[in-house]
């Protein structure tokens, strides 16, 4: 299973359990300045989840694909020891050798 599938269906775990909770109810808009947050205060699934969104962009939160912004945000998991995120960068580093 990838880690954004558990990601997301760990934040829809938390919406279906607990339907009160305030985040459930967020925009889309104010979950990515959350997010954006959260990262920026060293949470490395944070960051991860910047560097996925930026990089392959996300329509259906009105994110625009973004690469360097979304590498900034993959570097910084993986300096933290995310090793997905060391996987995406590697991965990415040899598509690159392949053109």
Request: charged share 35%; aromatic share 8%.
């Amino acid at each position: 299973m990838t880690r954004t599938l558990q990601l997301t269906l760990t934040l829809l775990s938390l919406c279906l359990a607990l339907p009160l909770m305030s985040g459930c109810n967020m925009s889309d808009a104010e979950m990515h300045k959350r997010t954006i947050k959260r990262a920026e205060g060293g949470d490395v699934d944070a960051q991860y989840t910047l560097g996925f969104r930026y990089y392959d962009g996300d329509e259906e939160r009105g994110i625009p694909q973004d690469i360097e912004e979304g590498l900034k945000w993959y570097k910084k998991a993986a300096e933290q020891g995310d090793e997905w995120a060391k996987s995406e960068l590697k991965q990415m580093e040899e598509d690159e050798m392949k053109e």
